[in-house]
């Protein structure tokens, strides 16, 4: 009844997919939606960034993905697999970026392949939902705006005082910790005269060790970081 | 996990569409109450509980197919005689070729495979009868049949209505199966039961039999 073709063994898409097939509104049927995925999945992995309408995009997403993770778990020397990208890719040099560059770029990605955006409409114009399809890893710039440059942003102003008020803790406790050093020291050589060389380390010491654990666990704010546990108390 | 709890009774063995089965059922009208029916598995299918096979032989010149549910508690046994797999996934054809390729003896002996080997691949080509058929066969890839012998237009009306691009449906293939991630993640649940039951099935296959002395005379 329901049971499952386990026959081609295939890596888990990293995506949100449909669960039904979309017909994507074609005069020749299933034949002419066969040959616009291939049409759009050909453009995507030439130019690496498409802009088309939403429906389509969503639809050949699945295709791409399905394609990469085959081309990564078998390689280009098995024979359904190169069948495949032969059908799928209209042009065959195609074949080749995608067996010697993609899939080396995407064989440790944990991630999805592709990046899906919605993209603006012209207005006026069609109803027609647009999307921007990309894969990761493109070189063009990127299409989100740069939201860590700017320190004058409310983010960053906020992640930045937390940061410095981080930093204060940090040095707060340093000086305790050397306070109570000076003490210790301050008593030991009061009881007996024990080696003063000894002594005089050890504050130092304890103020290297701590500024060392500092520097590392306070990132430079120009950096990405992604560790909100850390910088808030 | 009832499935489980029905091959820890009962040992069902691993076969394919190909291979020769032997399976002792309980029947009440029967003089001993055991039914034994020996034959070749022409298809498999369901899922879970539901999982059946269909065995096929030919009998007193008589074609006969047996429906079997594999987790039905009527079935006592199930042998494999020849494990063996085929050239195609399905051998309903086998209701349209001679009957010669459908015959096996009702006594047949257990051929055993040394351990470890690959399962072998029977490339035989079966002869089909001539026309009508119960399906159009020549419309189906089928590798396991001979030239079935038809005039051209046969060939041609086929190739108009094949539909090649379901080959190559890479998402319609994806929600139809499972990806190897999830079939690990269900595999490891049943995993050590399946392992106990192979070890046990080991020990009883090196296990002499003790075959009761019956009175002579």
């Known amino acids: 009844m329901n ?54 995009a969503d639809e050949t997403r699945g295709y791409v993905e399905r394609l990469i993770s085959d081309a990564i778990r078998y390689g280009d020397c098995h024979r359904a697999t190169m069948e495949l990208a032969d059908y799928w890719l209209l042009e065959k040099q195609l074949v080749h970026k995608l067996f010697k560059v993609l899939v080396p770029r995407f064989e440790n990605c944990p991630v999805s392949y592709t990046r899906m955006y919605r993209a603006p409409r012209p207005c006026p114009g069609n109803h027609f939902e ?104 | 996990m009832d499935m489980m709890n029905r091959r820890n009774h009962i040992d069902i063995p691993e076969f394919y569409v190909g291979s020769v089965l032997a399976v002792s059922s309980s029947n009440p009208h029967a003089p001993e109450k055991v039914t034994r029916f020996v034959g070749i598995c022409i298809q498999r299918g369901g899922c879970g509980l539901r999982a059946f096979f269909i065995i096929r032989n030919v009998v007193d010149h008589q074609g006969v197919e047996m429906f079997y549910e594999m987790y039905s508690p009527v079935i006592q046994k199930i042998e494999v005689l020849r494990l063996e797999k085929r050239l195609d996934n399905e051998l309903l054809y086998l209701r349209d070729a001679l009957p010669e390729y459908s015959t096996f003896p009702l006594d047949m002996e257990p051929e055993y495979l040394p351990e470890g080997s690959a399962i072998p691949v029977n490339p035989i080509k079966v002869k089909l009868k001539p026309r009508p058929w119960l399906e159009r066969w020549e419309r189906q890839e089928l590798k396991g049949v001979q030239d ?10 086929a190739a108009a209505v094949a539909k090649p691009w379901e080959k190559y449906d890479l998402m319609a293939e994806y929600r139809e199966s499972i990806p190897a991630e999830e079939q690990e993640e269900i595999f490891a649940e049943v995993y050590s039961q399946l392992h106990q039951l192979e070890v046990t099935r080991k020990i009883m296959k090196r296990k002499r039999t003790f075959v009761k002395p019956k009175k002579m005379g």
Do not use: C, W
């Open chain 1, 3 to 56: 049971q499952a073709d386990v026959s081609k063994l295939m890596s888990r898409l990293k995506i949100k997919y449909s669960p039904v097939k979309r017909k994507l509104k074609n005069s020749e049927g299933p034949v002419g939606r066969a040959k616009k995925i291939q049409k759009t999945l050909t453009a995507l992995i030439k130019h690496e960034r498409i802009e088309l309408n939403f429906n389509r």
């Open chain 1, 130 to 233: 647009r999307a921007v399809l990309e894969l990761r890893g493109n070189p063009y710039p990127s299409l989100l705006p740069d939201t860590i440059s700017n320190r004058n942003l409310i983010h960053n102003v906020l992640l930045d005082e937390a940061h410095k008020e981080y930093r204060a803790q940090k040095y707060a406790e340093i000086a305790r910790k050397l306070e109570a050093a000076d003490e210790n020291v301050a008593k030991s050589s009061g009881d007996s005269d024990g080696p003063e060389s000894s002594g005089l380390e050890t504050p130092e010491e304890i103020k290297a060790s701590t500024e060392a654990q500092v520097a590392s666990e306070v990132q430079p704010s120009g950096e990405k970081v992604a560790r909100p546990s850390k910088d808030v108390q």
């Open chain 2, 148 to 157: 079935l012998g038809l005039p051209k237009r046969f060939y041609e009306r």
